[in-house]
């Protein structure tokens, strides 16, 4: 079977999605699931990349938007050249070219991300302001909010030492259920085509059409076989790990 070629960034003009969880919630084995289906790439973790990309759009936009000197003795020199729009579509080339690196039959791409307890965002409306980032930064981004119950996520074995592991997540889930009913309303998104997506592990780790029933919803190719399959296999994942069915990681 020949390769598949990588796309160029400038030639991407798919859809895109964001898996936003926390850890031991499945995520791995919903990331394996996404990738079973044709035309769909979602790439791990990285660190919560997106938020220094944030930060760095939000500080051109502030410059852009308070200063507009041209002259070279001004200590804001340059500011009147800036282009928050230029700056954002050129984000968005460097982050789908070096990051998420789609493929030549990608048709949706995306990445998921664990970091988004209260320990990574210390408040909610935050939280909330980077997803709608990312709505910028990825126009018309789909967002699956993978929750799981506090209590067996701290349960597990990565929080083994984390005090008050099932407060923070208790806080965590409540936010991402939160923040999906506050982006469907702020994009107006439909029932039944909805940009935000609530996933409970509780229910799509024991039953396959839980997941195939709502990527359907989203709009996502199907292929019911190949996400059955795809939750079916155990998974390892580090060393706090322990692999089961369906894969809570």
Avoid: C
């Avoid at 002259?71 to 990051?99: I, K, M, N, Y």
């Amino acid at each position: 079977m020949p390769t598949i070629g990588r796309r160029k960034a400038a030639e991407y003009d798919g859809r895109f999605l964001t898996v936003v969880t926390y850890g031991r919630t499945g995520s791995t084995a919903l990331q394996a699931s996404l990738n079973a289906l044709p035309g769909v790439l979602v790439r791990g973790e990285n660190y919560s990349a997106m938020r220094g990309i944030q930060a760095y759009a939000q500080s051109v936009a502030e410059t852009a938007d308070r200063h507009h000197a041209g002259r070279p003795e001004h200590p804001w020199f340059g500011s009147a050249r800036l282009d928050p729009a230029a700056t954002l579509a050129d984000l968005r080339r460097h982050v789908t070219s070096q990051l998420l690196r789609p493929q030549a039959d990608t048709r949706w791409l995306g990445f998921k991300e664990v970091r988004y307890e209260p320990g990574h965002f210390v408040s909610y409306d935050l939280l909330l302001d980077h997803l709608l980032f990312l709505g910028r930064l990825f126009p018309d981004i789909v967002y699956l909010m993978n929750v799981r119950d506090p209590r067996a996520a701290a349960a597990s074995g990565w929080w083994p030492d984390h005090g008050d592991a099932e407060a923070v997540l208790t806080t965590t889930r409540d936010w991402l259920i939160d923040a999906s009913a506050e982006i469907n309303r702020l994009t107006r998104a439909a029932a039944e085509r909805p940009r935000a997506v609530v996933l409970e592990y509780e229910q799509w780790s024991g039953d396959a059409q839980v997941l195939i029933d709502a990527y359907a919803r989203m709009g996502l190719p199907r292929d019911d076989a190949a996400v059955r399959a795809a939750l079916a296999k155990r998974l390892e994942h580090g060393s706090h790990a322990t692999p089961e069915r369906g894969g809570a990681l």
